[in-house]
């Protein structure tokens, strides 16, 4: 049966609570009438199961718990059970239950808060979520830090990059998440959203400074330094924009297919293509990305004509064979052959160009998920930062 763990534990702490009210001394007398009826409820909800009523099983067994008031942790291990099982319903009367009771130590009223705050994001019901994690914040409880993961989870997909970055920053004050790359890698993607919607509208100034705040929660964030170099441009100011396109050609190159398309549009906008041929040059021994290649035989085709493009990239194919190359090559060659040899060697380039096309070309490291374009966030694992471009080196 599909939800056997949850019968078992329901049972289990059924059980307990009934040997725990016939056993206890003090509580024998005050407790007797409570036990006989838990002990009757048992039983019920055992017939239900027994004739394939799950549901109507959980809910007298659900019942059956709330007349024992000790059992608080089971009744939290209970709804957290129901929740994983898709059962947020349940989960959530079980917390509200719980919730409504008095003489709920402190504590464990904190938690049951949370937990019920879990059961709403797990519903989709993110506003109350939101609320109640809000009110965990604002008695200042020892659970605070767990109330402000789930609320960046919220304004994560809520896309309210503002309140993700300051919850992000009052959770980086807890030295045991300070270094917690995960949380800072986030926080900086959050501002970078944020920086792209100003970018948009056209405040380059505004951007520059959330862009900063980016990098104070991750230095080495490639998605800010991209950004900055973009801010920059789009402000005219194209050598600062080189700088920082070199910097991350340098400490991230396997981003370098990211980085040459605003490169050359940089470089074109000073008048020095030369400068841009020989960084490409110096970056070509050490590159293992074709997409150099490509962007060094589109200067030589400007400076020097198709010939010297295509005696550039047929050097190159030699040493180390490539797919997107080869299609680059056939571009060049196709107009100088004859109209024979041209339909056939479009016939060539249309087939390589589909198997091209089937590649991912990006992945990420963490879960292994394959695109075709490039994901800050993962579809998949739902994480920052791990999916990068698949260098297609030589032979692929
Ligand atoms: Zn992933």
């Not at 493009?309 to 080869?326: C, E, Q, R």
């Not at 390589?352 to 490291?365: E, F, G, S, W």
Request: aromatic share 8%.
């Amino acid at each position: 049966m599909e939800n056997i763990g949850i019968y078992i534990l329901l049972l289990f702490a059924v059980a307990a609570g009934w040997a725990f009210g016939r056993t206890s001394v003090s509580s024998r007398k005050k407790h007797s009438v409570e036990t006989n009826e838990l002990f009757a409820d048992y039983f019920v909800g055992l017939n239900y199961l027994l004739n394939d009523e799950p549901d109507e099983a959980i809910d007298t067994f659900i019942r059956a718990l709330e007349i024992n008031s000790e059992t608080v942790e089971t009744h939290l291990a209970l709804g957290a059970l129901l929740r994983r099982r898709g059962k947020v319903d349940k989960a959530i009367k079980i917390h509200q239950n719980l919730l409504a009771r008095q003489e709920l130590d402190k504590s464990f009223f904190d938690s049951t808060r949370l937990q019920l705050a879990i059961d709403y994001i797990s519903a989709g019901l993110l506003d109350r979520a939101e609320r109640l994690l809000n009110e965990i914040l604002g008695d200042s409880t020892a659970i605070k830090w767990d109330a402000l993961r789930y609320l960046i989870t919220i304004y994560q997909t809520e896309k309210e990059w503002v309140k993700a970055i300051s919850c992000s920053s009052e959770l980086l004050k807890n030295p045991a998440y300070k270094k917690d790359y995960d949380i800072r890698a986030a926080a900086a993607h959050y501002c970078c959203e944020l920086a792209e919607q100003l970018l948009c509208e056209e405040k380059g100034t505004g951007a520059k400074d959330i862009i900063k705040k980016a990098f104070a929660f991750d230095k080495k964030n490639v998605r800010a330094t991209l950004l900055l170099a973009r801010t920059e441009q789009s402000l005219g100011n194209y050598k600062a924009a080189i700088k920082g396109l070199v910097r991350i050609r340098t400490n991230n190159p396997e981003f370098i297919s990211q980085v040459l398309g605003p490169l050359a549009e940089c470089y074109e906008q000073i008048h020095n293509l030369v400068a841009y041929e020989k960084l490409l040059m110096n970056t070509l021994p050490e590159e293992p990305d074709v997409s150099v290649v490509l962007a060094l035989s589109d200067l030589v085709k400007r400076r020097s004509g198709d010939e010297a493009a295509i005696s550039f990239l047929n050097d190159y194919l030699v040493k180390k064979p490539s797919l997107t190359g080869l299609i680059e090559l056939l571009k060049l060659q196709i107009p100088k052959t004859d109209a024979a040899m041209s339909t056939n060697l479009n016939l060539l380039q249309q087939m390589i160009n589909r198997l091209v096309n089937k590649k991912a070309t990006y992945q990420c490291h963490h879960c292994g998920y394959e695109a075709r374009s490039l994901y800050w966030l993962c579809p998949s694992c739902q994480k920052w930062d791990k999916i990068k471009p698949i260098l297609e080196a030589g032979g692929s």
